[in-house]
């Protein structure tokens, strides 16, 4: 029996289980207002969900748990999902609530002009909890991910974070990709987002957070400033745009004293900018899971994020492994003066080394 009283048979061990909720994304044909656009084109999209995709495609043994309607839609995102070599044996359809969709402009989310609907409220997802969902196939990765955006959908959802991210012996290591979702918390009713996002992040092993949305939610200032106020976690990523990223690893000493490890973000001729948060962290997740050195990890995400800046949705395919372990290992000089663009991942050709103007930050969708 499995922790909610559900009969279950042991769950295979994953390279990665990630949970939370996917939907389905419906991409316009034209630029213009959605009032305009005729037609879209159907999609999927999650955090998490990408993060799991973006692993198996990697060559990872990847898990993604959720729940979705028992509908069409659902009936396409697990299909979807399940095409990238992802399990999704343990996800739960849901018959009295609907799966959640969105749409959105073509334009850049940068700009006044983005527009995005969502049709999530009261969704199958947001009736994940302790009770409704199999805690032994969560639990069944070498890494569990989460994320900040599922708390935020119900009461239920954010008491099943909280049981995840509690510190007991034998679980898994818990990755918690922050994910402020302003937006979400505004309507949420069961908690003040960045007291609650402070206090999950403080229950993870490994924390992903931009410096962007811990100065928006914590009123935090550098990675230094985040460090200090997430003392907890083995490891600390602070994304910091196009910038690089900064990472705190190692239990501080009595001094305070913290190995801290940055590399700098690649130029990268962006085609959109979307995806680039979750796909830095699957490239990270899939380094963490090789054991390689923190700079590398560090790099393999930036790849993982560029892969995913030079298309046009979220999902991108990723790099051969030995061409991002040849890009990963370059001296500094080299890496400084790397230079990717659209197709860089397919044509397996080493990339240019012209110098140029860094990605833009990334924008996520309140």
């Given at each position: 029996m499995t922790a909610n009283g559900r009969t279950s048979t042991a769950p295979d061990v994953a390279d990665v289980v990630a949970l939370g909720e996917s939907m389905v994304t419906f991409l316009p044909s034209r630029p213009g207002r959605l009032a305009d656009v005729p037609s879209f084109d159907r999609a999927i999209g999650g955090a998490e969900s990408n993060v799991a995709c973006v692993l198996a495609a990697a060559g990872h043994s990847v898990r993604w748990v959720g729940r979705v309607g028992a509908d069409g839609f659902g009936d396409h995102l697990v299909e979807a999902i399940g095409g990238y070599g992802v399990d999704v044996r343990a996800v739960r359809?849901?018959?009295?609530?609907?799966?959640?969709?969105?749409?959105?402009?073509?334009?850049?989310?940068?700009?006044?002009?983005?527009?995005?609907?969502?049709?999530?409220?009261?969704?199958?997802?947001?009736?994940?909890?302790?009770?409704?969902?199999?805690?032994?196939?969560?639990?069944?990765?070498?890494?569990?991910?989460?994320?900040?955006?599922?708390?935020?959908?119900?009461?239920?959802?954010?008491?099943?974070?909280?049981?995840?991210?509690?510190?007991?012996?034998?679980?898994?290591?818990?990755?918690?990709?922050?994910?402020?979702?302003?937006?979400?918390?505004?309507?949420?009713?069961?908690?003040?987002?960045?007291?609650?996002?402070?206090?999950?992040?403080?229950?993870?092993?490994?924390?992903?957070?931009?410096?962007?949305?811990?100065?928006?939610a914590w009123g935090l200032d550098g990675p230094e400033a985040v460090r200090a106020a997430l003392p907890e976690p083995e490891l600390l990523v602070v994304k910091q745009g196009a910038t690089g990223a900064t990472a705190f690893h190692g239990v501080p000493g009595p001094s305070g004293a913290d190995q801290v490890t940055s590399v700098p973000a690649l130029h990268v001729d962006v085609v959109a900018a979307v995806g680039a948060g979750d796909a830095f962290a699957a490239g990270f997740l899939s380094a963490t899971l090789r054991d390689l050195p923190v700079r590398d990890r560090l790099r393999h995400g930036h790849l993982m994020a560029a892969a995913a800046l030079t298309v046009p949705g979220d999902l991108a395919t990723p790099p051969a492994r030995d061409h991002a372990d040849r890009l990963a290992a370059l001296d500094d000089t080299a890496w400084g003066r790397l230079r990717l663009g659209p197709g860089w991942t397919q044509d397996g050709e080493r990339p240019g080394d012209r110098t140029g103007e860094g990605a833009d930050e990334e924008v996520r969708t309140p």
């Open positions: 359809r849901d018959p009295a609530r609907p799966t959640g969709i969105y749409f959105r402009t073509a334009g850049d989310r940068a700009t006044d002009a983005h527009e995005v609907a969502y049709y999530r409220a009261g969704s199958a997802a947001s009736a994940m909890s302790v009770g409704t969902m199999d805690l032994d196939a969560i639990r069944s990765g070498r890494i569990l991910h989460l994320s900040g955006i599922t708390p935020a959908l119900s009461a239920d959802c954010l008491g099943l974070t909280r049981e995840l991210t509690a510190r007991r012996p034998g679980r898994p290591l818990v990755s918690f990709d922050v994910n402020h979702r302003p937006g979400l918390w505004r309507d949420a009713g069961h908690g003040h987002g960045p007291e609650v996002l402070l206090e999950l992040a403080r229950g993870a092993d490994l924390v992903f957070v931009g410096d962007d949305e811990a100065r928006d």
